[in-house]
Nanobody, 124 residues
Framework: QWQLAESGGGLAQPGGSLRLSCTTPEFSLDYFGIGWFRQAPGKEREGVSCISRGDGSVWYADSVKGRFTISRDNANNTVYLQMSSLKPEDTGVYYC?????????????????WGQGTQVTVSS
């Protein structure tokens, strides 16, 4: 039973955009940070971006800086990942996950609650 839910994945051309959403219906974003991760076939899951609880400080992987933007809507317990200037190497299954730590990071082990994932494919 999934407690987080991702949506918004799909097919985009290189240079295109997608916006992913992560909903956390039970827990307030005042108390939990949310991270975005992705995994391509045959590769390890990697951190993409995260937003911390409380002050909402953010982190981005170097590979997506300047192209992806993370944001939150606390009233609806939703975190967004706006992805622009997409590249084929952005292809993968994107997951959101929850962390109790004050400041988030891209370390998978810091997260203990995961969504089911949404597929992002960037191809011409």
């Amino acid at each position: 039973q999934w407690q987080l839910a991702e949506s918004g994945g799909g097919l985009a051309q290189p240079g295109g955009s997608l916006r992913l959403s992560c909903t956390t219906p039970e827990f307030s974003l005042d108390y939990f940070g949310i991270g975005w991760f992705r995994q391509a076939p045959g590769k390890e899951r990697e951190g993409v971006s995260c937003i911390s609880r409380g002050d909402g400080s953010v982190w981005y992987a170097d590979s997506v800086k300047g192209r992806f933007t993370i944001s939150r809507d606390n009233a609806n317990n939703t975190v967004y990942l706006q992805m622009s200037s997409l590249k084929p190497e952005d292809t993968g299954v994107y997951y959101c996950a929850r962390t109790p730590y004050r400041y988030c990071s891209g370390q998978t082990d810091a997260y203990y609650l995961w969504g089911q994932g949404t597929q992002v494919t960037v191809s011409s």
